[in-house]
């Protein structure tokens, strides 16, 4: 009986030691064992064995990207403008034997080591510097902390400037001047837009100046086109009666009474000067040729 009992016991024993024995590491993690308060390895994902009561493990440290949001920092800019910046990084373990014993409370490190650099990169700015350059600055501190904390096993992946604020004095003014400076692009655009209406409308009238001078152009070209047709029309009405005049071979008497008729015409005109022939002494032989005519002419009818 006695035996069995040690038996027993024994395998409770040898049970409860394989328990401790045998540890699991998650995935995205990892374990440091220390052997007689020495390293002696790195556990990875996955069932390990190790020795009770001479291997003893630390906390799992976990090998996902971390988080740290600090607290907003004082900063002083080159031009002496006293400002509250908070900062975002984000980090990740990549050696877990430097992380455990490189430095002691990491986190406290890299919100300290943060602070120092920012502090450093934005006094070598001015303030309108520092609100336009913040992938420059957050570039700059992301490679000086990733080259100060590789030592403690750690990579610095991203650290951004998550707010700026300047003194409320300093946002008074920026407001004023962001809004004069939307004043004056109004004003600019009030006045380009002016500036293109009136040279619309300068064109329009042109335009309208130009049409019109083309029509009183074609207006007049067409009335000298008709006058012109009216003359040649004339003309050639002139020239015909006097080929067919001549054609009719007209007595001395039947021209000199066509000439008392364009004296008689002229007599009746506005001019104060009639042009009288030479040849008016013959006018009592040219009546007396005239009335011969008409008697010869009452005969033959």
Do not use: C
């Amino acid at each position: 009986m006695v035996g069995i009992i040690i038996a027993v016991s024994l395998v409770a024993v040898a049970l409860i030691v394989l328990g401790f024995s045998i540890k699991v590491v998650h995935q995205a993690s990892t374990v440091v064992v220390e052997r007689l308060g020495k390293y002696h390895k790195t556990l990875e994902t996955g069932v390990h064995f190790i020795v009770p009561l001479v291997d003893r493990i630390s906390k799992p440290i976990s090998l996902k990207e971390r988080v740290a949001d600090f607290k907003p920092q004082p900063v002083i800019t080159k031009d002496n403008v006293t400002m509250q910046i908070d900062t975002v990084v984000y980090f990740q373990v990549t050696d877990a034997k430097l992380f455990t014993y490189g430095v002691e409370r990491p986190l406290n490190a890299i919100e300290n080591l943060t602070a120092t650099t920012l502090r450093n990169i934005v006094g070598e700015l001015e303030l309108d510097e520092t609100l336009t350059s913040r992938d420059t600055v957050n570039a700059k501190m992301r490679s000086i902390l990733d080259e100060a904390t590789d030592p403690w096993g750690i990579k610095i992946n991203r650290v951004e400037l998550k707010n700026i604020l300047p003194p409320k004095d300093i946002q008074d003014a920026m407001e004023k001047q962001m809004r004069a400076e939307r004043e004056r692009r109004e004003q600019i655009l009030r006045a380009e837009g002016e500036k293109k209406s009136n040279i619309l409308v300068a064109e329009g009238r042109k335009q309208a100046a130009i049409l019109e001078a083309e029509g009183d152009k074609a207006s007049k070209i067409l009335n000298a086109e008709a006058e012109k047709a009216k003359l040649i029309a004339e003309a050639e009405g002139a020239a015909k009666a006097i080929e067919l005049v001549n054609k009719a071979n007209p007595s001395a008497a039947y021209v000199t009474l066509q000439g008392f008729e364009a004296l008689k015409t002229l007599a009746d005109g506005q001019s104060t000067k009639i042009i009288v022939p030479s040849e008016i002494q013959n006018v009592a032989g040219l009546l007396a040729s005239l009335k011969e005519t008409v008697v010869e002419e009452k005969k033959k009818k």
